[in-house]
């Protein structure tokens, strides 16, 4: 399997699209481009995961990707709060994150059964 065979993959892929078209006008290039590499970061670490050459290098990979997650929710929680993205496009794209996260964690636990 390739990473680009995974729904976590897909998911995260166009999320980081959605995320950096939604923002594509605002003038806050600083937490623009803080939202856009976090959202960036979670396919990109699951994708360089598979690429390695063990199971615990992946399984590390995911764990970036997850943490890239909870740093994306972060900063879309803040750009919500300072008026950089509406309150509902921040609560849906913060949602799918949370899936994808959950997702990972998944796919964590299931790697860690591997020999």
Known sequence: MNFDDLIVWNRSKELAINIIKSLEKSKRFGIVDQI???AISI??????GYE??????LIRFLYIA??????LRTQ??????IGIIDKKTSENFIKESSEI????????R????FK
């Not at 396919?43 to 360089?48: C, L, M, R, V, Y």
């Not at 879309?76 to 709060?81: G, N």
């Open 43 to 48: 396919p990109s670490n699951i994708a360089e």
């Open 101 to 108: 996260s959950y997702m990972l964690n998944s796919l964590i």
């Open 66 to 71: 997850k943490g890239s997650c909870g740093e």
């Open 36 to 38: 856009s590499r976090a």
């Open 110 to 113: 299931k790697r860690k059964t």
């Open 76 to 81: 879309l929680i803040i750009a919500s709060e």
């Open 52 to 57: 390695r050459e063990s199971n615990k290098e």
